[in-house]
Antibody
Framework: EVQLVESGGGLVQPGGSLRLSCAAS????????MHWVRQAPGKGLVWVSR????????DYADSVKGRFTISRDNAKNTLYLQMNSLRAEDMAVYYC???????????WGQGTLVTVSS | QSVLTQPPSVSAAPGQKVTISCSGS????????VSWYQQLPGTAPKLLIY???KRPSGIPDRFSGSKSGTSATLAITGLQTGDEADYYC???????????FGGGTKVTVL
């Protein structure tokens, strides 16, 4: 059974940093591209970032470019999102998702909540 | 503001049909497959339709998708109370080199 379990969310002050993790199991993690998608409270889904299967290629939404870094450890079956210079508008539930093709997000984690507040 | 445009809400009585539109551009829907996701209250999104009109295993055929030009449509027939949820379309935008979603449509069963 495919499972994606996010962790690392919490309360952080504006300008602070946080690293999210997504532990994958039930499939060959190193064969899949992975994405992060976020959802602010009461709002819609917003794409954040993606990484290819070997970790050498990444893309970011303009809103997080230069502040967030996506990475992966295929030996540990884990996806990461390093978030720096956090802003109030980054407050959201962050989901990791497995992708087939460009945007067939076929499995999603349960999400982890990031709260940015002083 | 979302790159893809969806109506905020649609509603119908049990057993009826609803359709949800998703409008984009040549660089998004026009040149890429569209997926649809269902998000029940308090849960993560779930893949409903992929590659415009294909259903993952376990998704009933009451749900169907189509695409024409720069627009896509999700149809739900035989509406059930359990279908009350938010529905999102999504695709890739080749010009932005970014994933894009619609703003979501809330389906209400009257």
């Amino acid at each position: 059974e495919v499972q994606l379990v996010e962790s690392g969310g919490g309360l952080v002050q504006p300008g602070g940093s946080l690293r999210l993790s997504c532990a994958a199991s039930g499939f060959t993690f190193s064969s899949y591209w992975m994405h992060w998608v976020r959802q602010a409270p009461g709002k819609g889904l917003v794409w954040v970032s993606r990484i290819n299967s070997d970790g050498r290629s990444t893309d970011y939404a303009d809103s997080v470019k230069g502040r967030f870094t996506i990475s992966r450890d295929n030996a540990k079956n884990t996806l990461y999102l390093q978030m720096n210079s956090l802003r109030a508008e980054d407050m959201a539930v962050y989901y990791c998702t497995r992708v087939v093709g460009l945007t067939r997000f076929d499995y999603w984690g349960q999400g982890t909540l990031v709260t940015v507040s002083s | 503001q979302s790159v893809l445009t969806q109506p905020p809400s649609v509603s119908a009585a049990p057993g009826q049909k609803v359709t949800i539109s998703c409008s984009g551009s040549i660089s998004s829907i026009g040149n890429n497959y569209v997926s649809w996701y269902q998000q029940l209250p308090g849960t993560a999104p779930k893949l409903l339709i992929y590659e415009n009109n294909k259903r993952p295993s376990g998704i009933p055929d009451r749900f169907s998708g189509s695409k024409s030009g720069t627009s896509a449509t999700l149809a739900i027939t035989g509406l059930q109370t359990g279908d009350e949820a938010d529905y999102y379309c999504g695709t890739w935008d080749s010009s932005l080199s970014a994933g894009v979603f619609g703003g979501g449509t809330k389906v209400t069963v009257l």
